[in-house]
């Protein structure tokens, strides 16, 4: 009786001050079962436009409030970041990510959050002013030679594309990028609403590991992820006892030491560097697939960008000097974050302490929900939100038009995706550095469309891809064959408005564009697309390019850590 009086109890109001709107929800539970596994956020953006841009709802007994507007999201989680700066606790892993100090984004804003905070802003300093050690030029040439290889593991290939890149930056070395993917991935999973069944179920990590598979799986996982993570820093020790470490933040971790850093305990600068590891991995893949699949849903556009690489870089790759030249990609990188957000429900953000906003009482102990599918939708600011347009940010007309184009649209720093307040994301520059150039070379080369996909391409090695992936269904009939549409001309010095070709974005379930994975990280399902090349001689220069590298050992091929992964430790089914 207690128990279901504390779960349905409700708030109480101070007086003067009103209860946010919201669904009403079942009693105990809430209204979990109103809100869909595959793509959630539609729903609580819906309920946005029905409550309005600020609501309450109770899940599980549990409070939350989604917020829709990047303003009321900028007036508490920025303005108000004093009370608004903590995290959730996370039921499914077995150390309080609050206090663990072991994964800087799911901490609560206390010391170990400041100490890693003042670390990772070092690290990443350090990082630019080295232009990322040309880390993504290199990687890109990879990339380009394993599409033109094999373009069936394409999501493969992109998601080491990137996960290569966080290894050299975090250890030096590429040859980690498989095990942080898998690491990636399983926490990604622990961390999830929608992953671990802990989550849903918090009492299942109260019994023992024989009783809850569940546990044991966190269990497995949280150690191999810490062996790993040791691993590593045995490796960059190493290699600076023999002088021969190459930089990284792993390197300057251990040459700072705990009289720079401050660290509290034995492994927290190998997790501080991992975690960051980790936070790359996954992240940026995601908007990577979206720009393939927005090539092959609005083909009108993808000229303008083709234009452009080829009339400043022409028959060499883009390389970071061509950023302000190059406003029509970094145009299509900031409309494909805002059209797919990568972290479509936001991080969530927790409130400690009773708050009032416009007459509205929010209580102590609310998670707060910056709802990023709904913050980039405002129509009063995208016009059209659901349509992929990188126009938007190009042509005077438009709300988020905005000059000088050599700086602007920015890509993903200074977007709503990288979060609010004292939170904000720590990675933005390096997400703008591999996305510019991993994007930019994608498009150098390859004409993106679906036009002549007769293959099937989704022949995922179980490696690449999660089981949620692979057990979601491909919608065989879907073809963008019918999806042709003109061609949209851009002319920057243009100034009149013209209108544009529409197409008509299905909003039901059967929109293959909304075909997404369900985690915390949302990225396109695999689907069929077709990669040409655009002008063969680019084909030439890019595998010579690559041979050279090869030659030089520039490029290590991925290593398993675990053997056989039958023991104590590898990688858990997922
Ligand atoms: C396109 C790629 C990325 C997206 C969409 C993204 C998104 C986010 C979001 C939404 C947050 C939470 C902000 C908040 O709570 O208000 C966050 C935090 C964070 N991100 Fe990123 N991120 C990306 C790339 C990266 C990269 C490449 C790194 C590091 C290499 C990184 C490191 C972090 C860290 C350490 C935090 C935690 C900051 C804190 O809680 O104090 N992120 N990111």
Redesign the pocket.
Known sequence: VGLYKHLTSKPKIPKGLKPLPGPKGYPIIGSVPDVPEKNGFIKFAEWGKEYGPIYNCNLAGSNHVWISSDKIAKDL?AKRAAIY?A?PHIPALLDDNRTSAQY????S?NDG?SR??KF?NAI?REAEKANWHHYPELEAKRLLVELLDDPSQYNHHLESF?ARI?CR??WGHSEPSNELKQRARELLIGVSPTGALGNKLPFLMAMPDWMSPVKAWERRRAATERRFFQMMEEQVETEIKEKRAPPSWMRMAIEGGKEQWNFQYKDEGAYCVG???I???L??A??MQTFCLAMCYYPQYQHLVQEEIDRVCGDRMPQPSDRPNMPVLRAFIREA?RWR???PT????YLIQDDEYEGYHIPAGTTMH?L?WAISRDPELYPDPEEFNPLRWLKPEYPTYKEPLTEFPTM?TGST????????????Q??DE??FIGIGSLAWLFHISKEDAKRNIMMNEKASISEEELNTGLDEDSDASSEKSQEVKFDPTEVKAKKESKKEVKKDEMDPTLDYSILL?AKPLPFKFDLKVRKPERVEIVRRQFEDGMEKGLYESPKNYWGDNKGKLGWGKV
């Open positions: 989680l700066s995290r800087l984004p799911l901490l804003n959050w890693q905070r990772a990443m990137i966080t930056l975090a975690m960051h590891g936070a790359g991995a992240t940026i995601a908007p974050l957000p990568p972290v936001g991080i969530p953000h910056p990023e993903f995706q990288a979060g609010y307040g004292r939170r904000l994301c720590m990675g933005s390096v997400a591999d996305m990280i």
